[in-house]
């Protein structure tokens, strides 16, 4: 006796191309996401390079200076004479505070010394200079 099947012999598929889709969406979402989690406290330089620069651990305190000579503290305009007592106000008693500074490449070395020198009259604090990554 034969039995007549009325289902074809064809082979059942996946398909996969929406499964790539989301799979694609789901990287577009991650890359994106670790974009926003950088920080970077400075504002943006042209840092010089150096062959043996070293991560220091996160500075409380931030000083920049641009191109054009202008200083800042975490991001806003400060005079270098007011470093000291803005510094020091933020800072509880007996607390160390970590300074590094972000010259740029162009800025005048002798505003560089100059908020260096600054810097150092805060007692605690330890200063550390921005540099990038030499290859």
Not at 42 to 59: D, H, I, M, R, Y
Not at 69 to 77: K, S, T
Request: hydrophobic share 45%.
């Amino acid at each position: 006796m034969r039995v007549l099947d009325d289902e074809s012999d064809d082979s059942m598929e996946i398909n996969i191309l929406p499964m790539i889709d989301v799979i694609f969406a789901i990287l577009a979402f991650f890359i994106m996401s670790t974009l926003f989690l950088t920080r970077f406290e400075g504002l943006p330089v042209n840092l010089p390079e150096s062959e043996t620069a070293a991560l220091q651990p996160e500075a409380k305190f931030t000083i920049t200076l641009d191109a054009e000579g202008q200083v800042f503290l975490n991001r806003e305009p400060i005079q270098v004479a007011a470093l000291k007592n803005t510094i020091e106000q933020q800072l509880n008693p007996g607390q160390e505070a970590t300074v590094i500074i972000h010259g740029d490449e162009a800025a005048n070395y002798g505003r560089v010394i100059e908020i260096m020198d600054e810097v150092r009259t805060i007692e605690g604090a330890k200063l550390g200079m921005a540099t990038q990554r030499g290859e």
